[in-house]
Nanobody, 122 residues
């Protein structure tokens, strides 16, 4: 198994930036894909971004493409989500996730962190 701990959430004004971090421990070498989902109040959890172990592949939801950047530092077992040009509709709890296979990540059958709140004020 893998354990995931998120950090970096908070309150920011519209147009601002935040960087989320996700530190992984345990059998991290088993999980080829890591990334982020988010869940806004009253809505279902939705995919945000994913990156492969080698960082050769990444993918984003259309709603964040061009504004968010996912990256990873395997030496630190950490994945990052740099969020810029934030909008009030980005307000949500952001969950780090890990999956065995990159192609399966969006299906949501992943290991999950506890989540970190991101609030964007207008």
């Amino acid at each position: 198994q893998v354990q995931l701990v998120e950090s970096g959430g908070g309150l920011v004004q519209a147009g601002g930036s935040l960087r989320l971090s996700c530190a992984a421990s345990g059998r991290t070498f088993s999980y080829n894909a890591m990334g982020w989902f988010r869940q806004a109040p009253g809505k279902e959890r939705e995919f945000v971004a994913v990156i492969s172990w080698s960082a050769s592949s990444s993918s984003y939801a259309d709603s964040v493409k061009g504004r968010f950047t996912i990256s990873r530092d395997n030496a630190k077992n950490t994945v990052y989500l740099q969020m810029t040009s934030l909008k009030p509709e980005d307000t949500a709890v952001y969950y780090c996730a890990a999956a065995l296979y990159y192609s399966d990540f969006r299906k949501g059958n992943n290991y999950w962190g506890q989540g970190t709140q991101v609030t964007v004020s207008s």
